[in-house]
């Protein structure tokens, strides 16, 4: 079962990120109440906002992190239900993120679909998994991407795995898809 995530759709708070140049800015979110507890039990920790570095992991977590997704998608009906059920974990999670994603769903799926899988199958490459990472992020620039936002769907993702594949879901698993 997944686990809620009401914990917020917008989190109020001030973060400041030190950007190119050194110079800092400073971005603000708003509480939504309905969607949004207290936010005690997000981890940001794992969110690093202050520098992008390549992504290096053991290959055994690579192996276990991809291991789940190729099982993932194989528990599921296809790939287009499996992207689905990725859609459906985020915003039952989070309703209003839903306004953020504005092409159809089946589109929206997929492309979840696709990222997620570039981004599992360049794990152990990690120049590569830090130029798909970066090619996302320039293209969500006119996104207010925050790292609440962030949490909020890494975890709505971790739940979905750890709700399909249960014991499957290994740590080590849950460490590759962490990072």
């Known amino acids: 079962q997944l686990r809620s995530l009401r914990t917020m759709a917008k989190f109020e708070e001030d973060a400041s990120v030190t950007a190119a140049g050194g110079m800092e800015e400073t971005f603000e979110v708003e509480e939504d109440e309905e969607d949004v507890g207290d936010g005690d039990d997000l981890d ?28 993932f998608i ?27 994603f504005t092409t159809p769903r089946a589109v929206q799926a997929m492309r979840f679909m696709n990222g997620l ?6 794990l152990h490459e990690p120049k590569k998994l830090k130029v798909l990472v970066e090619t996302l992020g320039f293209g969500h620039l006119h996104l207010d ?35």
Do not use: C, H
């Open 44 to 71: 940001l920790d794992g969110i690093n906002v202050r520098s992008f570095e390549e992504l290096s992991l053991n290959s055994e977590v690579i192996r276990q992190a991809q291991l789940a997704w190729t099982t």
């Open 74 to 100: 194989g528990s599921s009906k296809s790939r287009e239900a499996a992207g689905d059920m990725i859609y459906m974990a985020l915003f039952e999670t989070a309703p209003a993120l839903q306004p953020l």
């Open 117 to 122: 899988g570039s981004f599992i199958n360049s």
């Open 145 to 179: 991407v925050t790292p609440p936002r962030v949490v909020i769907f890494r975890d709505a993702l971790l739940g979905l795995l750890q709700a399909e594949l249960g014991t499957r879901f290994t740590p080590a698993a849950g460490e590759g898809w962490k990072a």
